[in-house]
Structures are given as C-alpha cells and as structure tokens.
C-alpha cells in the first residue's frame, strides 16, 4: 500500500524530467513511455470501445482524435505512464479518467477509503492523481495564483497547457492542503531499525508453506510482519500485489499500511495489499459485482442509511408486537444497536 503523496513526489519529479532542457511536457512523456519499452499508436475511438486509451504491450493505443488536443493528449499520456510506473503489471483497458476521482477533500483516509469511483479503485486513482500532478502540479498551481498579480483561471489554463476542470480542481487541492497544512514532504518517517530475535528471525525468514506464529502483546508482531512482506519482496519473484495482509481492526490495518509504505520505497511500483476481513470482503464483493448479479458496486450504508432501510423495513411489515412505532427512529436505532451487537457476537 502506498500513500497518494508517494504518488505526487513521484508525479514532481517525472515533471521535472520532462520538462528538462526547455522540452515540451507532451514530447518529455512520450519519451518516459518509451523508456518502458511502449510504442505509442493513434487509433479509432471505436477500437477503444468509450475509454481513451488501451494498453496492449508493447503498444500502448489511444484515441487519435486527442492528436488535435494536446491538452487532452498529455493528461491521456500522464495517466498511462503513471500506471507503467506504479501498476507494472497493470494491463487493462482505461477508463475515462475524471481528474475529481483523486482530489483529497473527496477521501477520508487516503486509498484505503476511497469506495466510489470504479472496481480498479486503488491503482485509478493513483494513476488519477499521478496525471493531475505531472499534468499541473498542486502545490505549483495553488502558489502562482497566490503570489502573481492578475493571475486567473485562464491564463493558468494557458501557462500548464491544461483543460479549466484539471486547473480548477488541482487549485482546489491546494487550497485545501494549505489550509490543512498537509502538503507532501519528501521526508517519510523511516522503518524502525532494529536486529530481529530470533523467534522473529525464523517468522521473517519464514517463505515455504503455512506458518503459525505465537505472540503476545508487546513481542513485535506489528514490525515482524513488515520485515517477513520485505524478506518476501527481496527473496523471490513476488510482486507486491501478491502479498495480501490481513488483520482485525481498522487501526491496526493502518498501523501496518503506514509501516509498510515506507518499507517499500526500495522497490518501486510494488503494492502490498492490507485490509480487515471485512474490508478485504468487500473489496473482492465491489471487484466482482457484476458476476455477483449486482448492476452496480455495493456501498456500505452509514449509521444514517442503517436508520432509513430499518424504517422502510419496518414501514412494510407487522412490527408493532416488537418495536415501539410511536417512536420509529428511536425504534429504528434500537434495532440497529442490536443488529451490531448481534454481528459482534459473531466473532
């Protein structure tokens, strides 16, 4: 698991090289791409069935009627590279990127959190986020419009070569870390270092078959697991994507995310999966939706959609022996107190 501001440091520097010697940002990403041993091909919208471009290794296909807008063109482009660079094994059609997909006053706790957007969730928005940062940077956007006289919406969309949406949105996202102070900082809170015992070096070394490990509060569980998911990494041809990490709660499941991010500043591209059981449940239930027979991703409903479905179920059945509907959402509550104790019960 990596953070999106992994993903605008990243996004900063490719810009720089682009842009290196006066070149053109449109002719420095053709080059990025081929760097990755991808050919670039124009072809008719209608081969791309509605997305924009189709990777198809060694060539990568995009609609040629972006060749008239180079605007469009470069945001098509910076999204690509952005999968070559993070998703390597990525090798799906594209979607129509919406620039508003990764903007952070939309998420709650990063990736992780983001449930709206389409069953690719995490490598798009990343990819998302990477184009509008490579395209027009945030934190340069936000800051020409503060500091330069008479700047506008215009004349940024003139300076970055880039659509109003993309500039619009990209000042908002500064805006909106400058207020939180949160924007990125190339300095990432290094991994503990420490020397494994060696109960922790047999789990960390740990790579044929099905290991039970036994461990009490305090032992280093939390560290040992990081250290096996980046013996695993260094020690055979796995891939990031294939480790999958799961856990109980929430909090510890972001205790690992921010220790493992770090970790894997050393192999770039890689993603480790870490979720709960239930988070990791409805990840696969929102990949597969369709061959589920839903016509869309499912959401989980909040407190106040719990409270809305009990009323409308309460509205179409004979509940007056159970609840009393004087009081319906306070009936309603009570039901969906109960429901939660029962599904903790369940453990």
């Known amino acids: 698991m990596r953070s999106l501001d992994e993903v605008r440091l990243r ?58 807008d180079p605007a469009r063109l470069c945001y098509v482009l910076a999204h690509e590279l952005g999968h070559l ?66 700047t506008t919406l215009g004349s940024l969309t003139g300076y970055y070569g880039a659509h109003e949406e993309l500039i619009a949105v990209q000042l908002v996202e500064g805006l909106y870390r400058e207020a939180l102070g949160t924007a990125p900082s190339a300095s990432m809170e290094p991994l503990e270092e420490r020397s494994p015992n060696p109960g922790q070096e047999q789990a960390i ?21 990081v250290e096996h998911a980046i013996h695993i990494l ?15 709660s929430n909090e510890a499941a972001e205790e690992l995310r921010t220790r493992i991010a770090p970790a894997l500043n050393a192999f770039p591209g890689e993603r480790v999966g870490v979720f709960t059981f239930h988070g990791f449940g409805y990840y696969l239930i929102r990949l597969f939706y369709e061959a589920l027979g839903y ?20 509205a179409r059945s004979h509940a007056e022996a159970i609840f009393n509907l004087k009081d319906p959402e306070g009936a309603a509550q009570s039901a969906a107190e109960h429901i939660n104790y029962l599904k903790q019960r369940l453990r």
């Open 11 to 68: 996004a900063w520097d490719l810009r720089a090289e682009c842009l290196a010697g006066g070149r053109p940002l449109l002719d420095g990403l053709k080059a990025l791409i081929q760097r990755h041993g991808v050919t670039l091909a124009p072809t008719h919208p209608n081969a791309l069935e509605g997305g924009d471009a189709e990777l198809q290794p060694p060539v990568l296909l995009y609609d040629e009627r972006f060749d008239a």
């Open 85 to 150: 660079e993070f998703h390597p094994r990525v090798r799906r059609r594209t979607y129509r990127a919406n620039p508003i997909a990764a903007a952070i006053y939309l998420r709650q706790q990063d990736v992780g959190a983001i449930a709206t957007y389409s069953h690719r969730l995490p490598e798009e928005t990343e990819a998302i986020t990477f184009a509008n940062e490579v395209t027009c940077p945030s934190n340069e956007v936000f800051k020409r419009w503060r500091e330069t006289p008479g």
């Open 205 to 225: 070394l740990h790579s044929e078959g099905p290991a039970l490990v036994l461990a009490g509060p305090g032992t280093g569980k939390t560290w040992t697991l």
């Open 234 to 248: 260094r020690s055979t041809e796995a891939v990031g994507d294939n480790l999958l990490v799961l856990t109980f």
């Open 295 to 314: 016509k869309s991703p499912p959401a989980v409903l909040d407190d106040a959609g719990q409270i809305e479905l009990l009323l409308d179920a309460f």
